[in-house]
């Protein structure tokens, strides 16, 4: 009875494992397209998606059979390059040893300096206060103009406005300023960014307020001062990110450094002074 039960088990077995070798294939691993005697499955087009950086993925995701077309064509290129015996190029397989070599060292440094560097709460807080001065948004202006050639049609327009008519609807008449489809409006300013005199008329007026005539190099202005902001400290949640990111610059710079020093040292690197003079002679 026991020796029937070992047989049994011995033929069993063998064919439990084959049944299983035959099993289905499982969606991952089931073929999107066959080319020559290769595949492209769904698990290789996923970890090619998953590859992509976030704002293509976006784009692939809503049109996957472009992604699989171009996986298909770059298939297609290696297959037939393969064939052609580039793969054994003297100059293919000298750039393939200087790829292997700097995604190495990029993963070395990504590794020993990039996921070392750490930015505490405290540091941005303290260089927030040693460097306030740095987060300072500007005194502004905000102004409109009506931009006339001579001297006499800005004095038609000085007067036309006096009489109540609405200065933005005259700069859109008669401003030959490119400015005038926006009603003469040119925007926020701060000092030095425009010409001296019209910086100057827009310091002296009040926010509403309308200008004498101004003469530049450009003709006759008309100014009236539409907005002003003061001077004005940046919030340290609004300043944290810029500060965060200066940070980390700093530090990994130091490190990185750090780095070359150590390991200079631990492979005792030296400079032959001789053929180093005979180099640059050459």
Same mark, same amino acid.
């Given at each position: 009875?026991?020796?029937?039960?070992?047989?049994?088990?011995?033929?069993?077995?063998?064919?439990?494992?084959?049944?299983?070798? =035959?099993?289905?294939?499982?969606? @991952?691993? &089931?073929? *999107?397209?066959?080319? $020559?005697? #290769?595949? %492209?499955?769904?698990?290789? /087009?996923?970890?090619?998606?998953?590859?992509?950086?976030?704002?293509?993925?976006?784009?692939?995701?809503?049109?996957?059979?472009?992604?699989?077309?171009?996986?298909?064509?770059?298939?297609?290129?290696?297959?037939?390059?393969?064939?052609? =015996?580039?793969?054994?190029?003297? @100059?293919? &397989?000298? *750039?393939?040893?200087? $790829?292997? #070599?700097? %995604?190495?060292?990029?993963? /070395?440094?990504?590794?020993?300096?990039?996921?070392?560097?750490?930015?505490?709460?405290?540091?941005?807080?303290?260089?927030?206060?040693?460097?306030?001065?740095?987060?300072?948004?500007?005194?502004?202006?905000?102004?409109?103009?009506?931009?006339?050639?001579?001297?006499?049609?800005?004095?038609?327009?000085?007067?036309?406005? $006096?009489?109540?008519?609405?200065?933005?609807?005259?700069?859109?008449?008669?401003?030959?300023?490119?400015?005038?489809?926006?009603?003469?409006?040119?925007?926020?300013?701060?000092?030095?960014?425009?010409?001296?005199?019209?910086?100057?008329?827009?310091?002296?007026?009040?926010?509403?307020?309308?200008?004498?005539?101004?003469?530049?190099?450009?003709?006759?202005?008309?100014?009236?001062?539409?907005?002003?902001?003061?001077?004005?400290?940046?919030?340290?949640?609004?300043?944290?990110?810029?500060?965060?990111?200066?940070?980390?610059?700093?530090?990994?710079?130091?490190?990185?450094?750090?780095?070359?020093?150590?390991?200079?040292?631990?492979?005792?690197?030296?400079?032959?002074?001789?053929?180093?003079?005979?180099?640059?002679?050459?």
């Amino acid at each position: 009875m026991r020796l029937y039960r070992y047989i049994a088990l011995l033929v069993i077995l063998p064919l439990a494992i084959l049944a299983g070798c =035959g099993r289905e294939p499982s969606l @991952e691993d &089931k073929a *999107l397209v066959t080319i $020559a005697d #290769k595949s %492209i499955s769904v698990k290789d /087009f996923k970890n090619k998606f998953s590859k992509l950086p976030k704002h293509y993925q976006a784009v692939a995701d809503k049109n996957k059979k472009n992604l699989l077309d171009d996986m298909i064509v770059e298939s297609l290129f290696l297959e037939d390059a393969v064939r052609k =015996g580039l793969g054994r190029d003297k @100059e293919i &397989k000298d *750039l393939l040893i200087e $790829a292997k #070599k700097k %995604i190495i060292i990029a993963k /070395f440094i990504k590794t020993e300096v990039d996921d070392k560097v750490r930015v505490s709460e405290e540091e941005m807080k303290a260089f927030y206060e040693e460097h306030k001065e740095e987060f300072k948004a500007p005194e502004m202006w905000r102004a409109s103009h009506i931009l006339v050639a001579s001297e006499g049609e800005a004095k038609d327009i000085a007067a036309e406005l $006096a009489k109540g008519s609405v200065f933005e609807d005259v700069a859109r008449a008669r401003s030959i300023d490119a400015t005038s489809r926006r009603g003469g409006d040119v925007g926020y300013f701060r000092k030095g960014q425009v010409m001296p005199e019209f910086e100057n008329t827009c310091t002296g007026l009040s926010v509403g307020r309308t200008s004498a005539i101004v003469h530049t190099q450009f003709g006759y202005h008309i100014i009236k001062l539409t907005d002003k902001k003061s001077e004005e400290l940046e919030p340290y949640e609004s300043a944290k990110p810029k500060i965060e990111n200066a940070l980390k610059l700093k530090k990994r710079d130091e490190l990185f450094n750090e780095l070359v020093v150590s390991l200079k040292e631990k492979y005792r690197v030296r400079i032959e002074s001789d053929a180093m003079k005979s180099l640059e002679a050459k």
